[in-house]
């Protein structure tokens, strides 16, 4: 047995690796990648201790150590491409790149077992040395371009987790770069390498370790980004571009004679500097981005982000101006420019500019809705390239633009904005300023993000409009009860005047009149008052419900049929304002009384309960059906008295009764009669109105 440095090494680092194995049995394994790394160690453990025994007992041969280190390295591979959520099984969702340099990598690891299994049983007659070697150099740049990706990827706290894996496996992967380079351009691995390959391993250990500790709480956790595959592209050319200088140096080395050594270095240092060149090259980064768009993914854009970022941002404005500036800038954005203006259809049917974002703005900006530009943008659904149209008129088929998308800054292009089928404006970008190129994709982008912005802006204007509706529909029912006053003045008024030929010489007759003028005076002046100041607060008094009723009932004791009061007719008190809770009295009889025979009754009777008043209004008239009292009765403007009615008393009435927390509700059979029951609280049980407390009717 041979003691060496090198033995030393291994097995030293051997025995560290089982320790770490052990730490790491002591989990639940749970977690992917705790089981990689657990596979990683063994197979670390075990090539190391093949080594060992070969440089002490020249045993097992060369074959069994070679297809250690294969499966170690794929181990260690394995383990990164788990941290990058690699599935050979799947392609990833984020591209194909991904699964194919998962492929490349595999099938790369498998030939070497192939090539190292084919030397061993033929010798170097089917696979040489060189091979090999090369295949150590790719497998240990494939390592250090998953790794970089790792890093990248990882961000924040969750780089404390990982910094001390990705510095182990970096110093392995980094260490086995240099040996076999040195050892392809050599043709033979150098001894001290060989020998501090072990320590180098076993140094290694122990940050492996502390990230098991580490992610003992935290798991690791990386997130791919659209750039991995820029990064890992530029480090797979930089890595060929090493083995062609390899592969060079080699060459020169073999054939230079006496001046190798001089070439050799004139061939490194003016390769470094040319790769140093390639690097800071922006035109070459830039066509390699072209490349990679083209060749590795399908889309150019990552629309999931572009259309969660357009949607974000014009859902969190709330006014008109935001929002329409806001749409300029998402649709110049994409094609880098910095200016631009917003048509739209304005209540002319026609087109105006309605926005301008670092634009000058421009007086005559009428577009006719006939024009012919509006026409071909309605019939393509097109993006206007106005510099495109100067070339070439006839690829917009001979269209006139209109002078005043000439006289804007820089014009460029023209993108329309369309809910379903209908063109509502349409977006003028200036030129950036950059030059740049304009693709499918380009266009495709522009016109998602322009429908979204479309349906944002009528959304928005719809609401504008819904909001000023509301504000009508607040004054024309102010204006609907009014009128509805004014008619029941006027119906008063008219029967006095068609009974003064009969009456006029009798004196009760002229005080009813005075009486009823005086109600009728007092009754313009309040809606006076109503029209003046329409938000005037209720004039709430002490009302003695029994004494209100009798008055109305003598008041509409002029028509037939005559109603009639029963019940206790002792003092009842409530919160109210007299004006109003007479008004609904006074609309509940009268309808009673249009609605029964003058052979009929119309009865008003009360009823006591604690806390509560209820007044029934019943007569013996035509009756309602359900389906009209369910639907129709409450409901404002719908009236069955035709032209003469105006639909709005009962639920006028039913609302204020609402508000003195009391409530209407209606019996009625067709033919037979209808009952109104009016329930209101009581003034001693409550402070004012609203929230009223007492036993429920007939308790």
């Given at each position: 047995m041979d003691i060496t440095f090198g033995g030393i090494s291994h097995a030293t680092g051997a025995l560290v690796y089982l320790l770490i194995m052990g730490l790491l049995a002591q989990g639940y394994l749970r977690r992917l990648t705790d089981r990689a790394l657990l596979a990683a160690c063994l197979l670390t453990s075990v090539w190391l201790g093949v080594i060992a025994s070969q440089q002490a007992f020249n045993a097992p041969s060369f074959f069994i150590r070679y297809t250690f280190e294969i499966l170690r390295n794929a181990a260690w591979i394995g383990v990164l491409f788990v941290l990058l959520g690699v599935r050979l099984s799947r392609k990833s969702s984020s591209g194909n790149t991904q699964y194919w340099l998962g492929l490349i990598i595999t099938g790369i690891l498998i030939f070497m077992l192939i090539a190292g299994m084919a030397r061993g049983m033929f010798g170097a007659i089917v696979f040489s040395g060189q091979t090999l070697l090369t295949g150590q150099i790719v497998v240990s740049l494939g390592g250090l371009v998953l790794l970089e990706q790792v890093w990248r990827n990882v961000t924040g706290y969750k780089r404390q987790n990982t910094r001390y894996l990705c510095l182990g496996i970096g110093t392995?992967?980094?260490?086995?770069?240099?040996?076999?380079?040195?050892?392809?351009?050599?043709?033979?691995?150098?001894?001290?390498?060989?020998?501090?390959?072990?320590?180098?391993?076993?140094?290694?250990?122990?940050?492996?370790a502390l990230t098991m500790v580490n992610t003992r709480k935290q798991p690791l956790d990386v997130q791919i980004s659209r750039q991995f595959v820029f990064h890992t592209s530029a480090l797979v050319f930089a890595g060929l571009y090493l083995l062609i200088m390899a592969a060079g140096g080699y060459y020169i080395n073999t054939a230079g004679g006496e001046w190798s050594e001089a070439l050799l270095i004139i061939f490194f240092f003016s390769a470094t500097v040319f790769l140093i060149l390639l690097a800071g090259s922006a035109r070459l980064r830039a066509r390699l981005m072209v490349f990679i768009s083209q060749h590795f993914f399908n889309y150019k854009y990552d629309y999931r982000e572009e259309w969660l970022n357009a949607t974000g941002l014009v859902t969190s404005l709330e006014s008109n101006d935001d929002l329409?500036?806001?749409?300029?800038?998402?649709?110049?954005?994409?094609?880098?420019?910095?200016?631009?203006?917003?048509?739209?259809?304005?209540?002319?049917?026609?087109?105006?500019?309605?926005?301008?974002?670092?634009?000058?703005?421009?007086?005559?900006?009428?577009?006719?809705?006939?024009?012919?530009?509006?026409?071909?943008?309605?019939?393509?659904?097109?993006?206007?390239?106005?510099?495109?149209?100067?070339?070439?008129?006839?690829?917009?088929?001979?269209?006139?633009?209109?002078?005043?998308?000439?006289?804007?800054?820089?014009?460029?292009?023209?993108?329309?904005?369309?809910?379903?089928?209908?063109?509502?404006?349409?977006?003028?970008?200036?030129?950036?300023?950059?030059?740049?190129?304009?693709?499918?994709?380009?266009?495709?982008?522009?016109?998602?993000?322009?429908?979204?912005?479309?349906?944002?802006?009528?959304?928005?204007?719809?609401?504008?409009?819904?909001?000023?509706?509301?504000?009508?529909?607040?004054?024309?029912?102010?204006?609907?009860?009014?009128?509805?006053?004014?008619?029941?003045?006027?119906?008063?008024?008219?029967?006095?005047?068609?009974?003064a030929g009969k009456h006029k010489s009798n004196p009760v007759f002229v005080d009813d009149?005075?009486?009823?003028?005086?109600?009728?005076?007092?009754?313009?002046?309040?809606?006076?008052?109503?029209?003046?100041?329409?938000?005037?607060?209720?004039?709430?008094?002490?009302?003695?419900?029994?004494?209100?009723?009798?008055?109305?009932?003598?008041?509409?004791?002029?028509?037939?049929?005559?109603?009639?009061?029963?019940?206790?007719?002792?003092?009842?008190?409530i919160s109210a304002d007299r004006e109003?809770?007479?008004?609904?009295?006074?609309?509940?009889?009268?309808?009673?009384?249009?609605?029964?025979?003058?052979?009929?009754?119309?009865?008003?009777?009360?009823?006591?309960?604690?806390?509560?008043?209820?007044?029934?209004?019943?007569?013996?008239?035509?009756?309602?059906?359900?389906?009209?009292?369910?639907?129709?009765?409450?409901?404002?403007?719908?009236?069955?008295?035709?032209?003469?009615?105006?639909?709005?008393?009962?639920?006028?009435?039913?609302?204020?009764?609402?508000?003195?927390?009391?409530?209407?509700?209606?019996?009625?059979?067709?033919?037979?009669?209808?009952?109104?029951?009016?329930?209101i609280p009581l003034v001693n049980t409550s402070s004012g109105y609203g929230n009223y407390k007492g036993a429920a009717y007939g308790s």
């Open positions: 392995l992967f980094v260490y086995d770069f240099f040996m076999y380079s040195d050892a392809l351009l050599f043709n033979q691995i150098s001894q001290p390498f060989w020998d501090a390959r072990g320590a180098i391993n076993t140094v290694c250990a122990p940050l492996i329409e500036k806001k749409v300029i800038q998402l649709l110049a954005e994409p094609v880098e420019s910095q200016a631009g203006a917003l048509w739209l259809k304005n209540e002319d049917n026609n087109f105006s500019a309605s926005t301008f974002w670092n634009m000058p703005e421009i007086k005559f900006d009428r577009i006719d809705n006939n024009s012919e530009l509006v026409d071909f943008m309605r019939q393509s659904d097109w993006i206007i390239n106005l510099k495109e149209y100067q070339l070439d008129p006839t690829r917009y088929h001979l269209m006139e633009i209109p002078d005043c998308l000439w006289t804007t800054h820089k014009p460029w292009l023209l993108v329309p904005l369309f809910i379903g089928d209908a063109l509502i404006g349409f977006v003028l970008i200036s030129e950036p300023l950059a030059k740049i190129e304009l693709n499918w994709e380009n266009y495709d982008l522009l016109k998602i993000v322009a429908r979204q912005c479309a349906s944002y802006i009528a959304l928005l204007h719809a609401q504008n409009r819904l909001s000023e509706s509301k504000q009508f529909e607040a004054v024309n029912r102010t204006s609907a009860f009014m009128v509805h006053d004014l008619k029941t003045i006027i119906a008063q008024l008219s029967l006095l005047v068609n009974n009149m005075i009486t009823t003028t005086e109600h009728a005076l007092k009754k313009m002046n309040h809606l006076l008052l109503q029209i003046r100041n329409p938000v005037t607060q209720d004039d709430v008094t002490q009302v003695d419900v029994i004494d209100l009723l009798k008055d109305i009932i003598q008041q509409e004791s002029r028509r037939e049929p005559i109603p009639s009061f029963t019940g206790d007719d002792s003092q009842v008190i109003k809770l007479r008004s609904v009295f006074v609309h509940m009889i009268q309808n009673a009384q249009d609605a029964t025979d003058k052979s009929g009754d119309v009865t008003v009777s009360v009823k006591k309960s604690t806390g509560w008043i209820v007044v029934f209004v019943q007569d013996t008239g035509i009756g309602m059906s359900d389906e009209f009292i369910k639907a129709e009765l409450f409901k404002p403007f719908t009236s069955t008295k035709g032209l003469t009615g105006m639909g709005i008393g009962v639920y006028q009435s039913r609302e204020y009764i609402r508000k003195l927390g009391g409530s209407i509700d209606v019996t009625s059979e067709p033919g037979v009669g209808t009952c109104f029951t009016i329930k």
